[in-house]
């Protein structure tokens, strides 16, 4: 379900092409002072939120209210009590898993045109996002000198009169690096001059082994946040995810989610709400120190065979490497492994055009015992093309 939702500025159906092209562009107008893409003017908002608000306000008056009217999760104490940041549940909206949150959001920010910038390599869906509300996206070749993420140097020398935002992700997927603190406040300070919009994808945000989850939402609010109960909440299939939005977006991302999805799966919200539970936690807690001994086993296996890793992953559950000792055509060098070895890999063509023919992605979400027999299965493979070489 959506979230309890307060009304924000927002574009009236009827406004004048003058006020939408004022807004489109980044200009003050008397009616609103956020981005929007064009469509937002012309989709009407489900009008049971007018009751639920005016609801909550008699509620406010010390009037009992029973609620008939929209289911109402609350993911405000996980923020406060998990990552130490106060989060108003009126911010949040639940979704139709990750993916939804992402076309949620585009789709009120990305006009026909638009570029968004982006980090290459990272994950393959994000381009096309934007593609399908005809944006540009910008994919930025990174590479380990800078953790394989954007800087704020990148957003300044790239930022042009068609960027309209940026696209990161903390922990990322393929490379499992992060943007390091004061680097993102940068780079938010940066987009926030230049009058365009941050969207951070925190999908892998618990599964951190060097330190401490975090969220960027500790440096601003005006930040939009795509999570999920896939990664670290081991949820993968449930297909519900949640945006945290700056408050004045949340009316319009609530009229595109009734129009769209009007709610995710009840059942799947009921789940998550276990997921929430100090005894699922801890459970979740154990997970993300096997995925750690998982890494701290992997990496360096993976380099004794001859991969490329010239950074440890910080987070997720991936490891971005170099494959190019053995085969400059990762996809054909995936498949002999494939064929060869009996070990699924990812070619690098997935995740942009930076040297994806240089790259294959190895995902640590099987048991130890498995990992250590694909790398075996890896290490007798290249043996074997060694001493016929």
């Known amino acids: 379900m959506i979230a309890e939702f307060r009304r ?17 562009h980044n200009l003050r107008v008397p009616n609103a002072n956020l981005i929007l893409a064009a469509r937002m003017a012309d989709i009407e908002p489900f009008h049971v939120m007018d009751v639920q608000n005016r609801a909550h306000e008699l509620e406010a008056t010390g009037r009992r209210i029973v609620h008939m009217e929209i289911g109402q999760p ?24 990750a993916s939804g949150a992402f076309l949620l959001t585009l789709a009120a920010l990305v006009d026909p045109g638009d570029e968004v910038l982006m980090p290459d390599p990272c994950y393959p869906c994000n381009r096309h996002f934007v593609r399908l509300f005809e944006g540009r996206p910008r994919a930025i070749p990174v590479d380990e000198k800078q953790h394989y993420q954007l800087a704020d140097a990148d957003i300044r020398s790239h930022w042009s009169r068609a960027t309209r935002g940026v696209l990161l992700a903390s922990p990322s997927n393929p490379t499992g690096t992060m943007i390091p603190r004061e680097e993102l406040r940068a780079i938010i300070a940066s987009v926030r001059r230049a009058g365009g919009f941050v969207v951070m994808d925190e999908i892998y945000q618990g599964l951190v082994y ?26 993968t299939g449930w297909r519900l995810g949640w945006i945290v939005a700056p408050e ?12 769209a999805f009007i709610c995710p799966s009840a059942p799947a919200q009921y789940a998550a709400l ?17 995925f750690r001994r998982r890494r701290d086993y992997m990496v360096p296996a993976l380099r004794d065979l001859g991969f490329r890793i010239p950074v440890m992953p910080e987070g997720a559950f991936y490891i971005y490497a170099g ?15 494939l064929e060869e070895a009996g070990v699924a890999i990812t070619p690098g063509l997935d995740f942009g055009s930076n040297r994806p023919e240089r790259h294959v992605r190895f995902a640590y979400t099987r048991s130890l015992a498995d990992l250590e027999e694909g790398v075996k ?4 493979m290249l043996k074997g093309s060694r001493d016929a070489w």
């Open 248 to 259: 004045v977006y949340v009316r319009e991302i609530e009229k595109l989610a009734q129009n």
């Open 210 to 235: 060097d330190g401490e989850a975090s969220t960027v939402l500790e440096l601003g609010d005006d930040v939009f946040v795509i999570n999920s109960f896939s990664k670290y909440f081991n949820m």
């Open 8 to 24: 924000g500025p927002r574009i009236p159906a009827s406004a004048p092409r003058s006020t939408c092209d004022a807004l489109r």
């Open 74 to 97: 609350d993911f405000s104490d996980y923020y406060r009590d998990r990552l130490g940041v106060t989060v108003p549940s009126s911010r949040i909206v639940v979704t139709a898993g």
């Open 323 to 337: 494959c190019e000792s053995f085969s400059v055509d990762s996809t054909r060098f995936a498949l002999r492994v």
């Open 274 to 290: 276990a997921a929430f539970r100090p005894e699922t936690l801890a459970v979740l807690e154990e997970r993300r120190q096997e």
């Open 377 to 380: 299965s890896i290490a007798r």
